[in-house]
């Protein structure tokens, strides 16, 4: 384990060591070895890009899940070709993210055969960031959608109590002359993590976020936490585009929709117990070879046009820093993972 303490109350680690750490951790809790490499690279890849929601401040969630039975951290996913463009796969109460990488050769094949293919997860748990299942399609020349369904937290447009989860959408198409286009947004004004972040540090969050348990707005994190909800980002519009999730993830899979599990019978649950959707996209069959070009000229004009910023530009650039110096913890989290590695 290569750590260098650069201050006293932060050290700096390899995304290779952080890798392997989480890698022990999860073992050491119950997962099989493919399951453990899988997740273990997800949440690291997630702390270099500095994703803080959904990378290591997840451990003691994912950990809580299997120790609680919710999850099972051994599962064998069961990949079905279901058509010349549709694969299924049944997760088996395990995590999502394994899930995909069982069936993605197949998924890829299919989309380079029929110029499209369609993954739909099922009884799967997803705890993470979703780039990271977009991006990987874009760096081989294909453009992937996802979405994912999570727990019931977020208030649909002008109803009166929560019913959707915070419902994320990722997207990923490649250019010529860069890393591919990603984005990854959740469909809530504020994705839960950040919500339970906020309440860790004590910070209030900006107007329009949630409400407490009265139906009352709040800049309370604790608030929302406590009994009251999200609400969707952009109103209607995000409440559509959130229902879509729900569609997508649960009806088209035969997963959960966000209000059909209930973590309070696990004690210690927290992954939410639903599916997923990816759809692939081999953009050749559509314009002969020049998506990548056409993507690069859309790029040229939007920073033509003043956005500097494109969406994953801030990943990228915290990625390059921490694969050039290493990636900044906390001492004290670090310490922690340390210690759940050797336990
Ligand atoms: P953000 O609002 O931080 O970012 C959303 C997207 O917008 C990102 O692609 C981001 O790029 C881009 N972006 C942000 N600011 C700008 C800007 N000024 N100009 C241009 N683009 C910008 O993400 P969320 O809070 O909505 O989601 C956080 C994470 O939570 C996501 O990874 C999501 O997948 C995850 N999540 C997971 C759930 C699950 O069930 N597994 C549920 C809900 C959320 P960049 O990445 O470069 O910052
Ligand atoms: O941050 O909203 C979130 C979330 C839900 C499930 C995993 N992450």
Same mark, same amino acid.
């Given at each position: 384990?290569?750590?260098?303490?650069?201050?006293?109350?932060?050290?700096? @680690?390899?995304?290779?060591?952080?890798?392997?750490?989480?890698? +022990?951790?999860?073992?050491?809790?119950?997962?099989?070895?493919?399951?453990?490499? #899988?997740?273990?690279?997800?949440?690291?890849?997630?702390?270099?890009?500095?994703?803080?929601?959904?990378?290591?401040?997840?451990?003691?969630?994912?950990?809580?899940?299997?120790?609680?039975?919710?999850?099972?951290?051994?599962?064998?996913?069961?990949?079905?070709?279901?058509?010349?463009?549709?694969?299924?796969?049944?997760?088996?109460?395990?995590?999502?993210?394994?899930?995909? +990488?069982?069936?993605?050769?197949?998924?890829?094949?299919?989309?380079?055969?029929? /110029?499209?293919?369609?993954?739909?997860?099922?009884?799967?748990?997803?705890?993470?960031?979703?780039?990271?299942?977009?991006?990987?399609?874009?760096?081989?020349?294909? %453009?992937?959608?996802?979405?994912?369904?999570?727990?019931?937290?977020?208030?649909?447009?002008?109803?009166?109590?929560?019913?959707?989860?915070?419902?994320?959408?990722?997207?990923?198409?490649?250019?010529?002359?860069?890393?591919?286009?990603?984005?990854?947004?959740?469909?809530?004004?504020?994705?839960?993590?950040? %919500? +339970?972040?906020?309440?860790?540090?004590?910070?209030?969050?900006?107007?329009?976020?949630?409400?407490?348990?009265?139906?009352?707005?709040?800049?309370?994190?604790?608030?929302?936490?406590?009994?009251?909800?999200?609400?969707?980002?952009?109103?209607?519009? !995000?409440?559509?585009?959130?229902?879509? #999730?729900?569609?997508?993830?649960?009806?088209?899979? /035969? !997963?959960?929709?966000?209000?059909?599990?209930?973590?309070?019978?696990?004690? !210690?649950?927290?992954?939410?117990?639903?599916?997923?959707?990816?759809?692939? @996209?081999?953009?050749?069959?559509?314009?002969? +070879?020049?998506?990548?070009?056409?993507?690069?000229?859309?790029?040229?004009?939007?920073? /033509?046009?003043?956005? =500097?910023?494109?969406?994953?530009?801030?990943?990228?650039? =915290?990625?390059?820093?921490?694969?050039?110096?290493?990636?900044?913890?906390?001492?004290?989290?670090?310490?922690?993972?340390?210690?759940?590695?050797?336990?």
């Amino acid at each position: 384990m290569t750590t260098d303490h650069n201050s006293s109350a932060s050290r700096t @680690i390899t995304c290779t060591d952080l890798t392997e750490l989480l890698r +022990q951790i999860f073992l050491r809790h119950g997962t099989s070895a493919e399951v453990a490499r #899988v997740l273990a690279e997800n949440c690291a890849g997630a702390e270099r890009d500095g994703s803080h929601s959904h990378g290591i401040f997840r451990i003691k969630g994912y950990l809580s899940s299997l120790a609680a039975g919710w999850v099972d951290g051994q599962a064998r996913p069961k990949v079905e070709d279901a058509g010349a463009a549709f694969v299924r796969v049944d997760a088996m109460g395990g995590f999502a993210q394994p899930a995909m +990488q069982a069936a993605k050769g197949l998924v890829i094949e299919k989309a380079r055969s029929a /110029g499209i293919a369609i993954l739909a997860i099922r009884n799967s748990h997803h705890f993470a960031a979703l780039w990271p299942d977009v991006e990987p399609f874009a760096t081989q020349g294909l %453009v992937a959608l996802s979405v994912v369904n999570s727990m019931t937290c977020v208030v649909p447009h002008d109803a009166q109590k929560p019913l959707f989860g915070t419902n994320p959408i990722a997207f990923a198409a490649p250019r010529a002359e860069g890393p591919p286009i990603v984005f990854d947004m959740a469909t809530s004004a504020i994705a839960h993590g950040d %919500v +339970q972040i906020a309440a860790r540090e004590g910070r209030m969050l900006p107007p329009g976020m949630g409400v407490d348990r009265n139906g009352e707005p709040t800049l309370d994190p604790k608030a929302i936490l406590e009994g009251g909800a999200l609400l969707p980002f952009g109103g209607y519009k !995000g409440s559509a585009l959130s229902m879509m #999730v729900e569609l997508l993830s649960a009806a088209l899979t /035969g !997963g959960n929709f966000s209000f059909e599990f209930d973590m309070s019978k696990a004690p !210690g649950a927290q992954t939410p117990w639903t599916g997923q959707v990816i759809i692939v @996209i081999h953009p050749d069959k559509g314009s002969g +070879q020049v998506f990548a070009e056409r993507s690069e000229e859309l790029v040229r004009q939007m920073h /033509g046009a003043g956005q =500097q910023r494109m969406p994953g530009d801030r990943r990228y650039r =915290q990625r390059e820093r921490s694969l050039k110096e290493g990636i900044v913890v906390s001492a004290e989290d670090l310490d922690r993972l340390e210690a759940l590695a050797r336990a």
